[in-house]
């Protein structure tokens, strides 16, 4: 079985990864865990779309 | 001056509290936790770990073999290998079934090498964890 991704696709899941293992050990209840799980996503996101539009405005 | 004075971390207990959580966390990735009946952390982080290598190895990522040389080379091949070695049981399961894949340029191969490192540096994070729990400076 053979997997090809997308950039946006790659990143985005080590995004989710990243921010459920930080979570996780990070945080020490549940709902911490889950604060800071939602928050780092959002900011993952954030940061690559706006690194996103960045480089395709400085290539046109 | 006041008599108590405050103790940031407990005592560490004997190796033989901690040690087999270490192992086991380090050969079933989340199993620290399963044996510390932490369950659902310990399935957030397997299926973290599990569904990260998957990614790579599906990608065609390239495990990395401890290489010499300059001292980037050094560092990148020695790290990598020692990021694939920390997934325990997946990182030996590539060994056992014969599992290869060249060092070769392009972007996909690129993303499942970066996937399968990253599943090792989480097992070390889920690692610490479970030890942090075993010897107490953590619930």
């Not at chain 1, 996101?45 to 400085?58: A, C, R, V, Y």
């Not at chain 2, 010499?68 to 325990?88: E, H, K, N, P, W």
Request: aromatic residues 14%.
């Amino acid at each position: 079985m053979k997997m090809a991704l997308s950039h946006f696709e790659t990143t985005i899941l080590l995004a989710l990864f990243i921010s459920a293992v930080l979570g996780v050990v990070t945080k020490k209840t549940d709902k911490e865990r889950l604060r800071y799980g939602l928050t780092s996503f959002g900011y993952f996101l954030l940061t690559i779309f706006g690194l996103s539009w960045l480089m395709f405005l400085g290539h046109r | 001056m006041s008599d108590q004075t405050e103790i940031l971390y407990p005592p560490l207990p004997p190796l033989s509290k901690w040690l087999p959580v270490l192992l086991l966390a380090w050969i079933i990735p989340g199993g620290g936790h399963f044996y510390l009946k932490r369950t659902y952390r310990g399935l957030i982080l397997a299926g973290c770990v599990v569904i990260s290598f998957a990614l790579g190895l599906m990608m065609r990522g390239y495990i990395f073999q401890p290489a010499g040389g300059d001292l980037l080379t050094t560092v990148i091949y020695y790290g990598g290998f020692l990021a694939d070695l920390s997934t325990g049981v997946l990182f030996l399961m590539t060994k056992w079934f014969g599992y290869e894949s060249a060092d070769v340029a392009g972007h996909v191969v690129d993303y499942g090498t970066k996937f399968l490192v990253a599943a090792g540096l989480f097992n070390i994070l889920a690692m610490v964890d479970a030890w942090e729990i075993a010897v107490g400076r953590k619930d």
